[in-house]
C-alpha cells in the first residue's frame, strides 16, 4: 500500500480525479517537492496543490506527511484554484505478511469559493478516489 500512495505514476492509474501529478525535486532521501492537481465534483473549480512531502518507512509501518509550499516556478494557474495543505498524511501500519491499516489525515483549506449546499453537505463517495485494494 505504501508504494500504491507514494508513486506518483501509479497513482494516475488508480486516481481517477488526478488532472497531473509530477516531483518538482528532490530535498533529501526522505523529502521532495511535488505538484498535484485533482478534478473537483460540480459545481465546484478544480484545485492544486505544491507540497513538501516527507516519508518515513519503520519496519512494517510507513509515514507520509505533507504540506503547502510556494515555489517561485509554480505559481497558481488561473484555471484552477490553489489549496493549502495545512498538515496531510498517511501512517500505514503492518497488522501481518499482507494486511494493513490505514490512517488518513488531512488539514486543508480547500480556498475558493463554494455553494452553501456543498459546504452544508457531505462530498459524494465519487469524490474520494479509491485505493486498489482497498474495498
Same mark, same amino acid.
Given at each position: 500500500l505504501y508504494d500504491v500512495l507514494h508513486d506518483i505514476e501509479y497513482r494516475k492509474k488508480w486516481d481517477t480525479n488526478v488532472i497531473e501529478t509530477f516531483d518538482i525535486g528532490r530535498l533529501t532521501a526522505n523529502s521532495d517537492v511535488g505538484y498535484y492537481a485533482w478534478r473537483c465534483p460540480k459545481p465546484l473549480k478544480n484545485r492544486d496543490v505544491v507540497t513538501l512531502r516527507s516519508w518515513l518507512p519503520m519496519g512494517s509501518d510507513y509515514i507520509i506527511m505533507n504540506y503547502s509550499v510556494k515555489h517561485p516556478k509554480y505559481p497558481p494557474r488561473k484555471d484552477? &484554484?490553489?489549496?493549502? @495543505?495545512?498538515?496531510?498524511?498517511y501512517l500505514i501500519e503492518g497488522t501481518g505478511a499482507k494486511s494493513c491499516t490505514i490512517t488518513y489525515l488531512a488539514q486543508v483549506d480547500p480556498k475558493g469559493k463554494s455553494p452553501?449546499? &456543498?459546504?452544508?453537505? @457531505?462530498?459524494?463517495?465519487?469524490?474520494?478516489?479509491?485505493?486498489p485494494g482497498g474495498d
Open positions: 484552477m &484554484v490553489r489549496a493549502v @495543505s495545512i498538515q496531510t498524511g452553501s449546499s &456543498v459546504s452544508q453537505g @457531505s462530498a459524494p463517495p465519487e469524490s474520494c478516489p479509491r485505493v
